[in-house]
């Protein structure tokens, strides 16, 4: 299994505004993977990072609005950029257990209102 | 096209009652894993189980089951004498088979289980 730490767990922020959440893994992984889940809905996978090279982004996500950083193989980061009350999600960075196994660990989620 | 359903919007039971969690599921695919997941208040997903398509035994861990079904298509999930920790909302979820990507797996709409003293 993996422990996956990320930061900030909740915050408030004003409409505008740009928030970067931070994802720390306690061993090497190739892939990290982005997702957003909106208040009482499922996972959306929002990007597919990979050391060394750019995010990957799922149909309706972009890389102007979700920045993406992966400068090694145990960290990444996800700003969500102009905020607006739209972005008001639980925010989860999330590694594969195993190859092709399909198995998820996830951290415990970044919790965004935005005002 | 893959597709992972789960009809209880929420759930309320009285501790000590078992009670069972809906998954039905739609794909193409011969070969696939299922897995459901459990995600507390804290926020973060926990992972309860995998199960191969074929792989049809029940299996069974402590107070939890798992009923896999593939003739209709359904992988339920039952919680046995239930307890106010397992209040959480629990995800179903599908993947093909041989796919290294998470990009692939489909989660279900999630259950939200309440379990009151």
């Known amino acids: 299994s993996a422990v996956i730490s990320q930061k900030p767990s909740r915050d408030i922020c004003q409409r505008g505004t740009s928030l970067t959440i931070q994802c720390q893994v306690d061993s090497q992984v190739t892939m990290m993977f982005w997702y957003r889940q909106q208040p009482g809905q499922s996972l959306t996978l929002i990007a597919t990072a990979n050391q060394g090279s750019e995010a990957t982004y799922e149909s309706g996500f972009v890389i102007d609005k979700f920045p993406i950083s992966r400068p090694n193989l145990t960290f990444s980061t996800l700003t969500v950029s102009n905020m607006s009350p739209e972005d008001s999600s639980i925010y989860l960075c999330s590694v594969e257990g195993g190859l092709n196994t399909g198995e998820l660990f996830f951290g415990e989620g970044s919790r965004l209102t935005v005002l | 096209a893959q597709k992972v359903t789960q009809a209880q919007t929420e759930i309320s039971v009285v501790e000590k009652e078992d009670v069972t969690l809906d998954c039905v599921y739609e794909t193409r695919d011969t070969t696939y894993y299922l897995f459901w997941y459990k995600q507390p208040p804290s926020g973060e997903l926990v992972f309860l189980i995998r199960r191969n398509s074929f792989d049809e035994q029940n299996e069974i861990s402590g107070r939890y089951s798992w009923n896999f079904q593939k003739s209709t298509s359904s992988f339920n999930f039952t919680i046995t004498a239930s307890q106010v920790v397992d209040s959480a909302v629990y995800f179903c979820?599908?993947?093909?088979?041989?796919?290294?990507?998470?990009?692939?797996?489909?989660f279900g709409s999630g259950t939200r289980l309440s379990i009151r003293p």
């Open positions: 979820a599908l993947i093909q088979t041989g796919y290294s990507s998470a990009s692939k797996i489909i």
